[in-house]
């Protein structure tokens, strides 16, 4: 398989995906930006929610790669964490499925499925 040319990098307004978007056209990736905020400086960005199926799978389409950087990054109710961080991801990833899309590269932290305390003592 040769290697991805068109990325898709969500999160793409994210910290992580702001660095991103700089490097990984110094390596000749063409770049689709997706975030459900507005990517500042970029106007063909996709700017939608994870859970909007439809725009996912019209972002992946006829892409070689995602790079999944999308969520939510703090403290979040665990409902925010559950649609944001656990359905959109799968709402992606079958998007990717759907569309054929075969390389997927995720980050990801504790926040993924919410903090949970330890028991003191």
């Given at each position: ?24 056209p ?17 106007p ?11 725009a ?5 389409r ?10 939510i ?6 409902e ?14 079958e ?27």
């Amino acid at each position: 398989m040769p290697a991805p040319r068109t990325v898709l990098l969500t999160g793409a307004a994210g910290g992580l995906g702001t660095l991103m978007r700089e490097l990984l056209p110094e390596y000749g990736y063409e770049l689709r930006l997706l975030d459900v905020r507005p990517v500042e400086g970029e106007p063909d960005a996709i700017t939608a929610d994870l859970a909007d199926r439809d725009a996912l799978r019209e972002a992946v389409r006829g892409v070689d790669a995602i790079i999944h950087l999308a969520g939510i990054s703090l403290e979040a109710p665990f409902e925010k964490i559950l649609k944001a961080n656990i359905e959109g991801t799968y709402n992606l990833y079958e998007a990717a499925r759907e569309e054929g899309v075969g390389r997927i590269v995720f980050a990801s932290s504790n926040h993924a499925v919410g903090f949970t305390p330890r028991p003191r003592g």
